[in-house]
């Protein structure tokens, strides 16, 4: 084979990786919604209703050893754990982990969606930023009313 093939070749690789790169990046490869998916089992029935963003998972895993397995590999920004379950929050997703007989179900869905499903439980333990600052009336005499 003559040296332009082999030339034509290589460059037929670099594109091949590089579409390989980026649907790696644009699939959600880097945050919950390219881990769970990948080693979970879908369980559409546990779905919560009215969300087509809520998807859910079981495993036959214990919720502690779940959710070290995510953790592990996608650091959340925040985590809080009670005897329902562990929440973890993600920039836009959270991962609710909770018991289901011997194993667990994991819930997958929108960090604001969560967050108001779940409040009983999070509370203020989950530190939000940015828009969710109209839930603070200030301070002083008079303020915020």
Do not use: N
Request: proline letters at 6%; one cysteine or more; glycine letters at 16%.
């Amino acid at each position: 084979m003559g040296r332009g093939i082999w030339i034509a070749l290589a460059c037929v690789g670099v594109v091949v990786a590089l579409i390989v790169a980026v649907l790696a990046v644009f699939s959600g490869g880097s945050g919950p919604r390219g881990y769970v998916p990948a080693h979970y089992q879908r369980a559409p029935a546990l779905d919560i209703g009215g969300s087509r963003d809520d998807e859910a998972y079981t495993s036959p895993k214990p919720v502690p050893v779940v959710a070290r397995e995510i953790t592990s590999r996608r650091r959340p920004q925040s985590q809080h754990s009670d005897a329902s379950g562990v929440y973890l929050r993600y920039s836009d997703d959270a991962v609710v982990i909770q018991p289901r007989g011997t194993g667990s179900v994991i819930h997958l869905m929108d960090a604001d969606r969560a967050y108001r499903h779940y409040h009983s439980h999070l509370g203020g333990v989950w530190g939000w930023g940015g828009h969710r600052g109209e839930t603070f009336r200030g301070g002083g005499p008079g303020s915020g009313k």
